[in-house]
């Protein structure tokens, strides 16, 4: 299965900053997810990140809050902008998926002050 | 369409069963199971493909009937480490959606 590293762990960041966290892994793969999963609650997808063309958004999200690159296929980056105390949660890069597990990096936990 | 989890949450004691239910308005075609622990990524428990098919390894099973739209996972004589928040995920257009978990917790 794959290995996943996402960084940072956690981070602490004030009102109308942004924080970026990177996700990479250790083997090629097609696409990569970028989920939301706020106290208490279930994961819920931002968007789908794949090589060579724009991230596909869920309803709900947009790019200008959560730009995303993709620049490889072993590395993403998702983007939190503006931030307000509701983007406090953890946001969890993951591979696989389909008829296949999906793998989850570590989680960021991001808490706004 | 996010699936519907029951119960939301159970208590036990240890090496009693339990039965978690995952159900949906649309069709399945594939039902993962995941558990997360306090603090931690979500983890892989299995998935069902097809259905009819059951799948199941330790004390830790599933059934699909995709005719009822339905999957459940059974754990039996539970132990300490089944604690967690279980989540099914329905697999659709290249993505999965999750239920909105079902904690469980074991006591000694």
């Known amino acids: 299965s794959a290995v996943i590293s996402q960084k940072p762990s956690r981070d602490i960041c004030q009102r109308g900053t942004s924080l970026t966290i990177q996700c990479q892994v250790d083997s090629q793969v097609t696409m990569m997810f970028w989920y939301r999963q706020q106290p208490g609650q279930s994961l819920t997808l931002i968007a789908t990140a794949n090589q060579g063309s724009e991230a596909t958004y869920e309803s709900g999200f947009v790019i200008d809050k959560f730009p995303i690159s993709r620049p490889n296929l072993t590395f993403s980056t998702l983007t939190v902008s503006n931030l307000s105390p509701e983007d406090s949660s953890i946001y969890l890069c993951?591979?696989?998926?389909?008829?296949?597990?999906?793998?989850f990096g570590n989680g960021t936990r991001l808490t706004v002050t | 369409q996010q699936p519907v989890q029951s119960p939301q949450a159970v208590i036990l004691r240890e090496g009693e069963d339990a039965v978690i239910n995952c159900s949906s308005s649309k069709a399945l075609y594939s039902v993962h199971w995941y558990r997360q622990k306090h603090g931690e990524a979500p983890v892989f428990l299995m998935i069902?493909?097809?259905?009819?098919e059951q799948k199941g390894h330790d004390k830790i099973s599933a059934s699909f009937n995709e005719k009822k739209q339905q999957s459940s996972l059974y754990l039996t004589a539970s132990q300490l480490s089944y604690s967690g928040t279980y989540f099914c995920g329905l697999q659709g257009a290249q993505k999965l959606v999750f239920g909105q978990g079902t904690r469980l917790t074991i006591n000694p």
């Open positions: 069902l493909l097809k259905g009819g």
């Open positions: 993951s591979v696989g998926g389909a008829d296949s597990p999906l793998h």
